[in-house]
Structures are given as C-alpha cells and as structure tokens.
C-alpha cells in the first residue's frame, strides 16, 4: 500500500520549533517532486513548501520564508519540513505530498492532479 506517513506535530508554543517528518513507501522518492501543505479551519488547503525531485528548484510560500526548510532522504524515502519561530497563523493540519508529474518552480508547484500520494495529516497548533 502506497500511503505517506506523517509524524511530528504537536502543540507549540509561539516561537518554538517543530520538525515534521513523512514516511513514504512502495515507490522511490528519487523520481519524485515532494511537498508540504497545510489546511487551517474554515479556509482552503494552501501550498506551504515544495521541491523538486534531485533536489531541482524549491518554493516555500511567502508566509513561511525564512523560518521553514524543506528537505529529504532519498535513501530513507522520507521528507521532513523544518518549523522554526512558529507563530499562531501557522496552526493547520500539514499535509506531505509526492507526485511524479509535478513541475516545481519558485513561484508554486504546477500539479496535473494524478500520479500522487498524499499522506492524511498531522496537527500543528501554536498557541501559549
């Protein structure tokens, strides 16, 4: 079964970290273009970090510039989003995601909608 894991969200307080990890299995992360998207109560799912695969452009949205990092191990098959100065707005459910038809770019990810696996989320909440 072809089904990403997600691990490593909690409750933070702002200005922590936080580090997500998403286990993948049953295909090679190596051909793929990997991201990270997050969905907070009552608005739409938004792209948060993307890249492309063997490590080819990287697009982070505006919001989280500077604080989170992408990454992966290809030989682990697993990607990993880095959360640094957390702040209340990025409370949401993070989702990782991986597609081999994916064209990433710095401005987003171009996703035809096929030929990619989503994992079912993790929760993120900032809060004191």
């Known amino acids: 079964q072809v089904q990403p894991v997600e691990s490593g969200g909690g409750l933070v307080q702002p200005g922590g970290s936080l580090r997500l990890s998403c286990a993948t299995s049953?295909?090679?992360?190596?051909?793929?273009?990997i991201g990270w998207f997050r969905q907070a109560p009552g608005k739409e799912r938004e792209g948060v970090s993307c890249?492309?695969?063997?490590?080819?452009?990287?697009y982070y949205a505006d919001s989280v510039k500077d604080r989170f990092t992408i990454s992966r191990d290809n030989a682990q098959n697993t990607m990993y989003l880095q959360m640094n100065s957390l702040k209340p707005e990025d409370t949401a459910v993070y989702f990782c995601?991986?597609?081999?038809?994916?064209?990433?770019?710095?401005?987003?990810?171009?996703?035809?909608?096929?030929?990619?696996?989503w994992g079912q989320g993790t929760q993120v909440t900032v809060s004191s």
């Open positions: 890249i492309s695969s063997r490590d080819g452009p990287t």
């Open positions: 049953g295909f090679s992360l190596d051909y793929y273009a």
């Open positions: 995601a991986a597609g081999d038809l994916w064209v990433v770019t710095i401005k987003g990810p171009h996703r035809p909608g096929k030929n990619e696996y």
